[in-house]
């Protein structure tokens, strides 16, 4: 029963734009075709390992709602909401912090909401490993996935040892692609999940030594958390925490941290469109497009995005991604996706936030 997974869905998703928009970003959406958004997979894949009342949603303030239709399971107190994003380390202070007020013996586990995982139960296995560990042990831990291929948009963990569960050696925040080739070829270096294992009291301790001042502002204000001051409380934390990451602001610098490596559970964070294209089904000309309304002529090697009803017809296209909402089209070739955030900026800065 001290077991609380901690979910962080207050990111919005710019890199899925034009489906993903500040009102409703990717980890509300049903991305992958299951009928079922990110945050509810997400949830229904801890749900074995922490019963309900022990989840906390972190997340900005205006998807409050949304995140209480998503899971009807949980109460409004558990979802704790950011007035402003400050990257991970304040949203995970601000989760320890409340947490070790109401059970200063929990184990938290730390996960994005917006992952996708095939093999649950391993995942949950891997897991329920981690959590073991930080029982016995006064440790940071974080989760390794074994990589595939040379990816340069995640982060790499080296492992200090051949074992399952070892010292970290190095972080890595997204190499090059001769790097990524090396670290895939060296077999030290893992992926980063960004899920994470711990006992409160050592992380807050780990805030206490590498983020102090973070550690100054929530202590503070843990007594507010819980009573009718913890919006006014939270809101002058936050309007004065550094952003940074948890990964630079205590991972990459504390000493005890561990990694459970070598998973292998089909993970992926589903970060871009390029992501999306790797794991959907495609036919026989490598195209990722619906099942229903979509016809393809002469086009190869693309993903394709409709609202339900829409038909569209494609013609000529080669590694292209094609993107159609009620009221926003994109195309671009799928090596230009990084210009996505800005195909962002001009559509905001001549339209508004109307279409972002």
């Known amino acids: 029963m001290n077991r609380y997974c901690i979910i962080m ?24 075709g299951t009928g079922k958004s990110f945050l509810r997979h997400t949830f229904e894949r801890f749900a074995p390992l922490v019963p309900d009342e022990n989840f906390i949603v972190v997340t900005n303030r205006r998807y409050k709602e949304l995140i209480r239709n998503i899971l009807p399971e949980i109460r ?11 990257n ?22 730390v996960t994005p909401a917006d992952h996708w995982v095939v093999d649950e139960e391993g995942f949950r296995s891997i897991i329920g490993e981690c959590l073991d560990f930080v ?12 990589p595939t291929r040379p990816e340069t948009g995640y982060g790499y963990i080296q492992a200090s040892a051949d074992e399952t569960i070892c010292p970290v050696k190095s972080f890595t925040e997204k190499p090059n692609l001769e790097l990524a080739q090396t670290f895939v070829q060296c077999g030290e270096f893992f ?26 502002l929530f202590s503070s204000v843990e007594a507010a958390f819980g009573t009718p001051q913890e919006d006014e409380a939270v809101e002058r934390v936050f309007s004065c925490s550094h952003p940074i990451s948890i990964d630079y602001g205590v991972m990459e610098k504390a000493g005890n941290v561990y990694v459970r490596s070598n998973a292998d559970v089909g993970w992926s ?8 294209y790797q794991l959907s089904r ?18 190869r090697n693309c993903i394709i995005s409709l609202p339900a009803g829409k038909v569209a017809v494609v013609s000529g296209l080669k590694e292209y991604i094609v993107v159609d909402t009620e009221d926003v089209l994109m195309i671009c070739p799928r090596g230009e996706e990084q210009n996505i955030k800005k195909y962002i900026d001009e559509v905001k800065f001549n339209k508004g936030e109307e279409y972002i």
């Open 135 to 146: 029982t016995g042990h006064d440790a940071l831990m974080t989760v390794g996935i074994r």
């Open 191 to 216: 992926w980063n999940s960004g899920i994470f294992v711990w006992k409160v009291r050592d992380i807050v301790r780990a805030f206490a030594q590498y983020l102090p001042e973070h550690h100054a």
């Open 88 to 109: 991970t380390a304040p949203a995970i202070a601000y989760a320890a912090y409340w947490l070790r007020k109401h059970d200063p013996e929990a184990q938290m586990i």
């Open 76 to 86: 409004k107190e558990q979802i704790l909401c950011e007035p402003i994003g400050r």
């Open 282 to 299: 495609k036919d026989r000309y490598a195209n990722a497009k619906p099942a229903e309304g979509c016809y393809a002529y002469d086009t």
């Open 269 to 276: 964070d589903v970060g871009t469109w390029g992501s999306l």
């Open 9 to 32: 869905a207050g990111g919005v998703g710019t890199r899925f734009w034009p489906l993903s928009r500040q009102n409703k970003p990717k980890q509300f959406l049903d991305i992958m």
